[in-house]
């Protein structure tokens, strides 16, 4: 018995509602949809600010590192002569 790889389309309507929305269930859903759209919004924005300011701290101490080694370094160099 061969198992079929892809699931094709169907016309199932089944999951779509019976009946047309009211005029007032769409403005609920319109605005239940826009206030998740706005905590979705500031979410994201949070974390990207949040990426970032996590990326500039990591440069900056990539920064100091390399002064510190490249000191090192000078320091070595210049004590040897």
Do not use: C, I, W
């Amino acid at each position: 018995m061969r198992r079929t790889r892809y699931l094709f389309m169907t016309e199932d309507f089944s999951v779509r509602p019976s009946k047309p929305l009211t005029p007032e269930e769409r403005k609920a859903r319109d605005a239940q949809r826009r206030a998740d759209a706005e905590v979705a919004m500031r979410e994201h924005e949070a974390a990207q600010k949040a990426f970032y300011a996590n990326k500039e701290r990591l440069r900056k101490l990539r920064l100091a590192r390399e002064r510190a080694e490249e000191k090192a370094r000078n320091a070595a160099a210049g004590g040897s002569q």
